[in-house]
C-alpha cells in the first residue's frame, strides 16, 4: 500500500510571509499532483509533476518532485489572505490496471491572516 | 462544459438505512473514481471504473458498499445498512482516458451524515 505524509497539518501565517509543505512517501510514484479545496467543494487540480527533479512554477507557487519520485514540496513567496485553503498532495503509481488511482496525503490547512 | 455533479448535496440518515449516492461525470470522460473524506483521515480511494472494464473494487471498506456505472456515464454509489463510520464526504472524479497523468475533475461531493 502506498502512503503519503504530508506536512504540516495545520499552518497559520501572516500575509507576505513565505511558506512550504511537504508530502513525502517511502514509494515510487509515476505523477504527483497538488490540489487546493475550499469548504463545500471538490479539490481542484493546481499541478502535476511526472519527471524525477522537476520543478513547476505557478505565479507565486513552486512545485517541485524529488529526484527519486518519492516526496514534493509546495512553496508558497509571499502569501495572500487568497492563499488559505486546503492542499492535498496526491500520488498516482501508474501501473497496474488503476494506475490513476490517487493516494492522498492529509492536506494542509493554511489559514493567511491579512 | 459542466463539470461533474453529485447529489444530494447533503444526505442525513438513520443508522441501519440504505443510502444512493449519484454522480454524473464530464461528457466523454471514460475513466470515473469515487472516493471518501472523513476527518482526520483524509481523501481515501473507493472504486475506479475505466469504460467498459471490470471496476477496481479495492478500495470499497466492506461489502456494504457497492458502486455500478450504467452505459459508461452516470455512477451510483450505494451504502447498505449504514453505520455512523459512514459519515463522512463522498466525492466523485472523472478524467478523459484514465491515464495517471490525466486532470481528475471533482464534483462537491456528498455529504453524508448518519445519525
Known amino acids: 500500500t502506498q502512503l503519503l505524509e504530508q506536512s504540516p497539518q495545520f499552518l497559520s501565517i501572516q500575509e507576505g510571509e513565505n511558506l512550504t509543505v511537504y508530502c513525502n512517501s517511502s514509494?515510487?510514484?509515476?505523477?504527483l499532483q497538488w490540489y487546493r479545496q475550499e469548504p463545500g467543494e471538490g479539490p481542484v487540480l493546481l499541478v502535476t509533476v511526472v519527471t524525477g527533479g522537476e520543478v513547476k512554477k505557478l505565479k507565486r507557487l513552486t512545485f517541485q518532485f524529488g529526484d527519486a519520485r518519492k516526496d514534493s514540496s509546495l512553496h508558497i513567496t509571499a502569501a495572500q489572505p487568497g492563499d488559505t485553503g486546503l492542499y492535498l498532495c496526491?500520488?498516482?503509481?501508474?501501473?497496474?490496471?488503476?494506475?490513476?488511482?490517487?493516494?492522498f496525503g492529509e492536506g494542509t490547512q493554511l489559514t493567511v491572516n491579512p | 462544459g459542466a463539470g461533474v455533479s453529485q447529489s444530494p448535496s447533503n444526505k442525513v440518515t438513520e443508522k441501519g438505512k440504505d443510502v444512493e449516492l449519484r454522480c454524473d461525470p464530464i461528457?466523454?470522460?471514460?475513466?470515473l473514481y469515487w472516493y471518501r473524506q472523513s476527518l482526520g483521515q483524509g481523501l481515501e480511494f473507493l472504486i475506479y471504473?475505466?469504460?467498459?472494464?471490470?471496476?477496481?473494487k479495492s478500495g470499497l471498506p466492506s461489502d456494504r458498499f457497492s458502486a455500478e456505472r450504467t452505459g459508461g456515464s452516470v455512477s451510483t454509489l450505494t451504502i447498505q445498512r449504514t453505520q455512523q463510520e459512514d459519515s463522512a464526504v463522498y466525492l466523485c472524479?472523472?478524467?478523459?482516458?484514465?491515464?495517471?497523468?490525466?486532470?481528475?475533475?471533482f464534483g462537491p461531493g456528498t455529504r453524508l451524515t448518519v445519525l
Open positions: 461528457s466523454g470522460h471514460t475513466a
Open positions: 514509494s515510487v510514484f509515476s505523477s
Open positions: 496526491a500520488g498516482a503509481p501508474g501501473f497496474g490496471t488503476s494506475g490513476s488511482r490517487l493516494t
Open positions: 471504473f475505466q469504460g467498459n472494464s471490470a471496476p477496481d
Open positions: 472524479a472523472s478524467s478523459r482516458s484514465g491515464i495517471s497523468t490525466d486532470t481528475q475533475y
